[in-house]
């Protein structure tokens, strides 16, 4: 069975821009988490979304948004992008909004 | 808010010895537990996790870890560690009934686990 698959695998934008994140779960798996690592850091919780709604955000500002369609595959939105937006963005999948999170291989955005 | 402490930034093991990586949390209650692990340029795999029950937890590549309510650790070891076990470590905890529920994994910053020949 595929894993959890994220698109693009590597991005570089500029500061100001604007960037789409892709994310589709394991098939079967209906809520979906997004989180940002810094360089030398673990993960920081972003969103959760679970069957289209959003269900839990961590400490972002509102730059950062996301969304879930019908097929369960998710977007993360990022808005005014500034230089410490770059890292590596995770999106997690598990079966239902509470649940053991499976990883995808991560999204590294680069912004000059 | 629950944190998670992970007092080791750098661990170099030799290969074929035991390991031991540890893991602290802050939280009123007794979180849900996992371990994951990140090769470089990957995201992250799971190794383990705890929810309740037996404190002593297998996972795959021969890890187990073990929670101590009293000490709220849960560190993680291997009795021999092979080249291949190098990589950055994670820590997480979470709330919910079974784990990342609406307020995501909360994950320490990470030991990297250096296997010397």
């Known amino acids: 069975d595929a894993g959890v698959t994220q698109s693009p695998t590597h991005l570089i934008k500029t500061r100001g821009q604007h960037v789409t994140l892709r994310c589709s779960p394991i098939?079967?798996?209906?809520?979906v988490s997004w989180y940002q690592q810094v360089l030398g850091q673990g993960p920081q919780f972003i969103f959760q979304?679970?069957?289209?709604?959003?269900?839990g955000r961590g400490n972002f500002p509102d730059r950062f948004s996301a969304r879930q369609f019908p097929n369960y595959s998710s977007e993360l939105n990022v808005n005014a992008l500034l230089l410490g937006d770059s890292a590596l963005y995770l999106c997690?999948?598990?079966?239902?909004?509470?649940?053991?999170?499976?990883f995808g291989p991560g999204t590294r955005l680069l912004v000059l | 808010a629950q944190s998670v402490t992970q007092p080791d930034i750098h661990i170099t093991v030799s290969e074929g010895a035991s390991l031991e990586l540890r893991c602290n949390y802050s939280y009123g209650a007794t979180p849900y537990l996992f371990w994951y692990v990140q090769s470089p340029g990957q995201g992250l795999q799971l190794l383990l996790k705890y929810f309740s029950g037996d404190t002593l937890v297998q996972g795959i590549k021969g890890f187990e870890a073990e929670f101590k309510r009293s000490q709220s650790s849960f560190n993680l070891r291997k009795p021999s560690v092979h080249w291949s076990d190098a990589a950055e470590y994670f820590c997480a905890v979470a709330l919910g009934i079974s784990g990342g529920g609406a307020d995501g994994l909360t994950f320490g910053k990470g030991t990297h686990l250096i296997i010397q020949p």
């Open positions: 979304y679970y069957e289209k709604e959003e269900r």
């Open positions: 098939s079967g798996h209906k809520s």
């Open positions: 997690a999948s598990s079966l239902g909004g509470e649940g053991t999170q499976y």
